[in-house]
């Protein structure tokens, strides 16, 4: 590709509106225009054309901005669900739109990463990269060592047709345990809990990559420095 030519994708996920994959979806959705057109899939933009999203004019690429944020037990991972009492976006006030990387669901809390930059969030996602996350899990009941041994040696969940990743499990008191994942299964942790016999009475997620929760308080959030950006950019 010429030297300053860029696919309308690539410009949609630098520009921090979503992923380039989702990029293509919202091209194909008409919700995208291209000097006042209906732009199409796979176009390729000179540099000095007029882009919109819903009405919005978009000016590329910009600076990374990544967020740490404490999601509250109770809160929505979404930007707009009509049926969600609480979402994300409620407590995010920013002056650069992001948006997440990675999902958590209304039941559990813990760290959520936002970005405007959707080539990283690209990058995080990637299952085949085993990225990983971890969580503080509170059950109902004493956690045995067989228990433990089960979750960590990998388990099939019939209910998804699916056997999880070996994971690393360290019992931290009776009924509390921290589980390192590196793979986010629809409600992983606590199907797998259920299957040894143990009920989640709370989830918390405290680390994502090599980014941890901190000292952050429900519903706070973080600013990333550049050299923390730059480590999430270089893991594998």
């Not at 992923?19 to 225009?33: C, T």
Request: glycine letters at 8%; hydrophobic letters at 35%; aromatic letters at 6%.
């Amino acid at each position: 590709m010429d030297s300053g030519k860029i696919r309308l994708n690539k410009f949609l996920a630098e520009s921090g509106i979503c992923s380039r994959r989702e990029a293509d979806r919202l091209i194909e959705e008409g919700k995208v225009s291209v000097d006042g057109r209906i732009a199409k899939v796979g176009e390729v933009l000179t540099g000095s054309e007029k882009v919109e999203y819903e009405g919005r004019v978009l000016k590329g690429k910009t600076s990374t901005v990544v967020l740490a944020f404490y999601k509250p037990k109770g809160v929505t991972t979404s930007e707009k669900d009509d049926h969600a009492k609480k979402l994300i976006s409620d407590y995010i006030d920013y002056p650069v739109r992001v948006t997440y990387a990675g999902r958590l669901d209304k039941d559990s809390e813990g760290l959520i990463l936002l970005t405007n930059d959707g080539g990283l969030i690209d990058h995080m996602m990637r299952g085949i990269n085993g990225h990983e996350k971890e969580y503080l899990v509170t059950c109902d009941k004493e956690i045995t060592e067989e228990m433990r041994e089960k979750l960590s040696a990998g388990m099939y969940i019939p209910e998804l047709k699916v056997k999880t990743r070996p994971c690393r499990v360290v019992i931290r008191g009776r009924n509390v345990m921290s589980i390192t994942l590196t793979q986010g299964l629809n409600r992983q942790i606590r199907r797998m809990c259920f299957h040894v016999g143990l009920n989640v009475k709370k989830l918390k997620r405290v680390r994502v990559m090599n980014i941890t929760l901190g000292n952050l308080k429900p519903g706070e959030y973080r600013e990333l420095s550049q050299e923390e950006i730059k480590s999430l950019w270089q893991m594998k």
